[in-house]
């Protein structure tokens, strides 16, 4: 008897190599236009979850966080490799609330530095804050609701 919740079947994903992954066009690439600026269901299960309370205090910090993220991004445009760490703290954080715009422009970019692509870094960065930005007013809204 198998559980219904996982595949009898493996998924592959297991023979993919690193490089072939690479090579491969990535999700981001193709959906950051589509993508939704907040996800408010996501939003939703987790303020249910945590709390109005919980989930302010959160955003409070967040904001700080970003903040200093976004002060030690300025400094870091010669310095792909930390930059690019950066990008990925802000990613993670981004995305976990629900920030869905702002953390596939953010992984995008480092996505692009990681792979040593062409990237107008000044540009960018301002893209991914402004995004930011833009997710952090839809979140002032619903954290008043």
């Known amino acids: 008897m198998t559980d219904s919740n996982f595949p009898e079947e493996p998924c592959g994903m297991h023979e993919d190599t690193f490089g072939e992954v690479l090579a491969r066009k990535t999700i981001t690439d193709e959906m950051i236009d589509n ?19 919980t989930f302010n205090a959160i955003m409070d910090d967040f904001k700080i966080e970003i903040t200093q993220r976004f002060e030690a991004m300025s400094s870091l445009q010669d ?25 596939l422009l953010a992984r995008q970019t480092m996505n692009k530095i990681d792979r ?30």
């Open 35 to 53: 993508a939704l600026l907040v996800d408010e269901k996501q939003l939703s299960e987790l303020i249910k979850l945590i709390g109005l309370d």
């Open 79 to 103: 310095n792909p490799h930390d930059l690019a760490k950066e990008l990925h703290i802000i990613t993670s954080c981004g995305g976990n609330l629900g920030m869905s715009k702002f953390s």
């Open 116 to 145: 040593s692509q062409p990237v107008d870094i000044p540009l960018a960065l301002r893209r991914i804050q402004e995004m930011y930005e833009d997710s952090l007013k839809l979140f002032m809204l619903r954290s008043r609701t």
